[in-house]
């Protein structure tokens, strides 16, 4: 039964994410264009993924507060918009390197490990790269991670009814990619944490979905 909708702009690696065989039966896409009330009915819980149209959130952002007032979690990653977020995310360089110098220790996120998508996770697990950082979180939230230097990574509220969790990190589309390949972790828990549903097994997009054919 799909339970967890994911907004689409049409990203490639959003539908490779929701259609793969290990989440198509929990996830379910739904177009940002065709986004409505009807679209949530049944769902327990939404995902805003990086490099999402936020100008098109915007439009529609009484449909995810209307979400959370019915005590629904949404989990946001990547960039956002103060359009739709009373919280300001700001671009900052994203640092791809400090697993050539210390992999098992990221020096960029300081982690409250009791959250239950974290709990259990390795420091590599929990923070891979972040894309920017929030400046300001609503004024009853909880930041969950932070840079050493003090900039929030990843924040909760629950002041709008539900659950609210916002993170600079990209699980979503970094795993329909495939770049990075511990992901399956951090996911796992993520899908438990908004769902209920335990998932398992490794991560795969099938090629033959996408005309690629296998040579012997």
């Known amino acids: ?60 952002k009484h449909l995810i507060y209307k979400h959370l007032e019915k005590g629904k979690k949404v989990f946001i990653e990547g960039d956002s918009s103060m359009d739709w977020l009373e919280a300001k995310w700001e671009d900052r360089p ?16 300081e982690t409250d490990f009791s959250h239950p998508i974290y709990n259990g996770l390795s420091a590599r697990h929990s923070c891979w790269h ?10 009853k939230a909880k930041a969950i991670q932070k840079h050493p230097n003090g900039e929030i990574i990843s924040w909760e509220t629950n002041q709008y009814g539900g659950t609210l969790f916002a993170t600079t990190l990209d699980p979503i589309v970094e795993h329909g990619v495939q770049q990075i390949t511990h992901l399956d972790n951090y996911v796992d828990k993520l899908i438990y944490w908004l769902s209920g549903d ?18 012997c």
């Open 1 to 60: 039964m799909q339970t967890i909708g994911l907004l689409f702009n049409g990203v490639w690696s959003h539908y490779a994410f929701a259609t793969a065989p290990k989440y198509k039966n929990i996830i379910k896409l739904i177009y940002i264009h065709d986004f409505d009330e009807a679209s949530l009915e049944g769902l327990e819980a939404l995902i805003i993924p990086f490099q999402s149209n936020q100008k098109a959130i915007a439009k529609r």
């Open 130 to 139: 972040t894309h920017g950082a929030y400046t300001t979180i609503p004024n």
């Open 94 to 109: 994203t640092n791809n390197y400090w697993w050539v110098e210390n992999p098992n220790n990221p020096p960029i996120s």
């Open 198 to 215: 335990t998932v398992s097994g490794f991560f795969e997009v099938p090629k033959e979905n996408y005309g690629i054919a296998t040579v």
